[in-house]
């Protein structure tokens, strides 16, 4: 069920995400504005992921699954107030994040915890609802505008939260935990033991590298559709680039097992990384729709092996008890990549052109891998 769960929470999210940029221009917002929109979402994903797994390791999985469902209800409601008042977009938006934090926080904790072996399963299964919902959503925005995407993910977020009020009811997780643990948890101790997590160097390691994969993320879902918007494609040419990017990611996590057991997790974290930073580059170089689908389906292959293996990476460094600040750690450190890398670059694109901005953007996440390494040896 928490497949499932992490499927239609996936769907219901993407669907709409990618879009929230071209939704801002038909709104007339700067680009720096559409920045900033992109960027609260990624703040409260940065605030939130470590308090949502230190809370997953003390309250238990059930119940912040189910504050993860409810915010998922809330933000739908919230993009859908926005069509008549555009500011509340901001709230839908913090909303949404709070409910990606439990996504990508206490779901791969709960997998990790209940059923290692399905953690490919769970990559596979999240990446191609993501795959699935970006063309569709591009489709559905050119015939019938952002009104039919946000009522889509109101009607999505319905089953969601019966889902989780039946994991919320079947936790296995509740007998495990320690009697008044909550009352000694404050925001303070939940971020000072996240990053006691650090000494660790695999999570230090899946930490650095989730800072820039993070960062690639967020560019191919807010600059990257605003460049080929300029260069002349429609929201659905816009889906079907990200499909073909999405389709290979989701599709690569299958075989990550296979992959994993011929190279070491170190090694995979810097080709994927390094060739994602190239693969940004690549598609900034191209007006080409041929081209661009063929680095697309690249770039996804190498960024498509980096979530199953940084997931294993946080379960070899961390103790069963400590498995959710490992993943919300990596999360934080994910996040502030977004975020910072959101915020420049979109301000960046204010000065120079959008695939100036993006080229940059893949420069220096390779430049990052280097500075990584050389730090990690000393």
Do not use: H
């Amino acid at each position: 069920m928490v497949i499932v769960l992490a499927f239609i929470l996936s769907f219901s999210v993407a669907v709409l995400l990618p879009y929230i940029p071209l939704y801002g221009e038909d709104l007339g917002l700067s680009v720096s504005t559409i920045g900033y929109v992109i960027a609260v979402y990624q703040l409260s994903q940065f605030i939130g992921r470590v308090p949502m797994g230190s809370l997953s390791d003390s309250l238990g999985y059930g119940k912040v699954i189910g504050f993860g469902g409810i915010s998922l209800f809330m933000a739908m409601i919230f993009y859908l107030l926005s069509l008549t008042f555009w500011p509340v977009l901001f709230l839908a938006q913090i909303m949404v994040g709070i409910a990606v934090c439990m996504e990508w926080v206490t779901l791969p904790s709960f997998v990790t915890r209940f059923g290692r072996g399905k953690v490919p399963i769970f990559t596979f299964v999240t990446g191609w609802a993501y795959t699935f919902s970006i063309p569709l959503g591009g489709v559905l925005k050119d015939f019938f505008g952002m009104r039919l995407l946000f009522i889509l993910g109101f009607v999505l977020s319905i089953p969601a939260l019966l889902i989780v009020f039946f994991v919320m009811k079947n936790d296995p997780s509740r007998r495990e935990l320690p009697a008044g643990r909550l009352k000694s948890l404050s925001i303070t101790s939940m971020y000072r033991e996240a990053f006691a997590t650090l000494k660790n160097p695999k999570i230090l390691r899946a930490s650095f590298y989730s800072f820039l994969m993070f960062m690639t993320f967020n560019i191919a879902l807010s600059l990257f559709p605003l460049y080929l918007s300029g260069i002349g494609f429609s929201a659905a040419i816009i889906g079907g680039i990200q499909f073909a990017r999405m389709g290979s990611s989701s599709t690569i996590r299958i075989f990550s097992k296979r992959i994993e057991n011929r190279s070491k997790k170190k090694t995979i974290l810097i080709f994927t990384t390094l060739f994602s930073g190239f693969s940004l580059f690549l598609v900034s170089q191209v007006e080409s729709l041929t081209l661009l689908i063929i680095f697309s389906v690249l770039w996804g292959i190498a960024a498509g092996l980096y979530a199953p293996v940084v997931f294993e990476m946080i379960a070899d460094g961390t103790k069963v008890e400590n498995r959710g600040k490992g993943m919300g750690i990596r999360g934080t450190m994910g996040t502030l990549g977004s975020f910072i890398g959101i915020i420049f670059f979109s301000n960046l694109a204010e000065i120079i052109p959008v695939r100036n901005a993006i080229s940059i953007a893949g420069i220096s996440v390779a430049v990052g891998v280097l500075i990584i390494e050389i730090y990690m040896r000393f």
